[in-house]
């Protein structure tokens, strides 16, 4: 057993990741003034940080105007994506996407009673465009939930979407629901979302997602916050993918740590997970801790929590010995990182990369 626990490396592992949440600089300001920031795609690499800033988000003391869509429950997909063209998906995608935000604000709290009413009008009328499609909707929830239609059902009800004007009827709601409440639609792994296939990694998925983000970037135009989680390697495929980028190409931004940010976690942790402070837990200053351990950080939070808890395995105070061993021990998972992600694709690559850096 560890004498310092700085908390498991992962926030889906840790129940107790509210209690010492730091809430950076950068997504302070993005929350506070989101009309000066254009950016709403927000991109991480692994151990930034993302999912613990989603459970905050949805839990936090901002959770009150946070609206999700969350992919364990909910699926914007085309069956046959063969028989679909690119303005088919770009219209499914917003059409489920209007459809799903209704939903979430008629179950807000404080929405007038005008705003709500509207909104119940226009998922009636979705689900009568339904009702046109199928010819009998059997208790299907369109609140909520995704619905499944085969290929030409989806056909007949793009169909009916376009004729009726859908979308244009719905943007009228979504500015007077971006007038009377500030809400936040949040939005974690887009890509499980929309894509299809046991590998996301694809020119097809890069394309689905792709249009999805335009589908939101459209929505975030009509006044709604709109913050979407997206991992480097995800945003990577779509811009090498989509055609039609510029939609949301500079809108993109990454989640950054300071190092007045990463001090602050560790502090926080010390104080509300340890119950101590900085002298009674480190043999060295805040200065010291920076110079020697944060040019070793790839990953941001992930790293740090990695090397302190290394570090604090020992008794007594934790050391500048302690954390090198700590950043030994980072380095080396570094190392059998590269040789798993890439070995089927360059054989030898970790034994490369060691002789070269």
Same mark, same amino acid.
């Given at each position: ?20 949440f730091?809430t950076?600089?950068?997504?302070s ?7 000066s ?9 692994p ?5 613990a ?6 839990n936090g ?7 999700t869509?969350d992919?364990?429950v ?15 998906q770009?219209l ?7 459809r ?7 179950a ?17 009328? @979705?689900y ?6 199928l010819?009998?909707v +059997?208790? %299907?929830? &369109?609140?909520? $939930?995704?619905? /499944? !239609?085969?290929?030409e ?10 004729k009726?004007?859908?979308i ?14 500030k ?5 974690d792994?887009?890509?499980s @979302? ?6 996301v990694?694809?020119?097809? +998925?890069? %394309?689905? &997602?792709?249009? $999805?983000?335009s /589908? !939101? ?12 989680f997206v991992?480097?390697?995800?945003m990577q495929l ?18 950054e ?13 010390v104080?509300?997970r %340890? ?7 480190f043999?060295?200053t ?30 007594g105070?934790?050391?500048s ?11 080396n998972?570094?190392w059998r ?5 890439f ?6 690559v970790?034994?490369?990369?060691r002789?070269?850096?």
């Amino acid at each position: 057993m560890r004498m310092y626990d700085f908390g498991p490396l992962a926030a889906n592992d840790d129940p107790r990741i509210l209690d010492y949440f730091h809430t950076t600089n950068q997504i302070s300001e993005l929350l506070a003034n989101p009309e000066s920031k254009r950016s709403f795609l927000i991109v991480a690499r692994p151990g930034g940080g993302k999912t613990a800033l989603v459970t905050w988000l949805k839990n936090g003391p901002n959770s009150k105007r946070v609206i999700t869509i969350d992919s364990s429950v909910e699926r914007f997909l085309i069956d046959n994506d063969s028989i679909a063209t690119h303005e088919d998906q770009s219209l499914f995608f917003s059409s489920e996407l209007y459809r799903i935000l209704f939903s979430k604000v008629i179950a807000k709290e404080d929405v007038s009673e005008s705003l709500r009413s509207e909104c119940n009008d226009y998922l009636n009328s @979705i689900y009568e465009a339904l009702k046109k499609t199928l010819g009998k909707v +059997n208790s %299907i929830s &369109i609140a909520g $939930f995704g619905f /499944s !239609l085969k290929p030409e059902e989806k056909r007949s009800y793009l169909d009916i979407i376009r004729k009726e004007q859908k979308i244009t009827k719905a943007k009228p709601i979504i500015q007077r629901i971006a007038k009377e409440q500030k809400f936040i639609l949040s939005i974690d792994n887009p890509e499980s @979302i929309v894509g299809k296939g046991l590998n996301v990694v694809t020119t097809e +998925n890069g %394309i689905r &997602i792709g249009s $999805f983000f335009s /589908s !939101l970037a459209e929505l975030k135009n009509l006044g709604i916050q709109v913050i979407v989680f997206v991992k480097e390697h995800i945003m990577q495929l779509v811009l090498n993918s989509f055609s039609d980028a510029s939609h949301f190409k500079d809108q993109i931004l990454s989640l950054e740590w300071t190092e007045k940010d990463l001090i602050e976690l560790i502090d926080l942790r010390v104080e509300k997970r %340890i119950s101590s402070n900085w002298e009674n837990v480190f043999d060295i200053t805040k200065d010291e801790f920076k110079r020697l351990v944060f040019p070793n950080l790839i990953n941001g939070p992930r790293d740090l929590i990695s090397v302190c808890n290394r570090a604090g395995d020992g008794k007594g105070r934790i050391t500048s010995h302690d954390l090198k061993q700590g950043i030994n021990n980072l380095r080396n998972d570094k190392w059998r990182e590269i040789q798993l992600e890439f070995i089927n694709q360059w054989p030898g690559v970790d034994q490369f990369s060691r002789v070269i850096i």
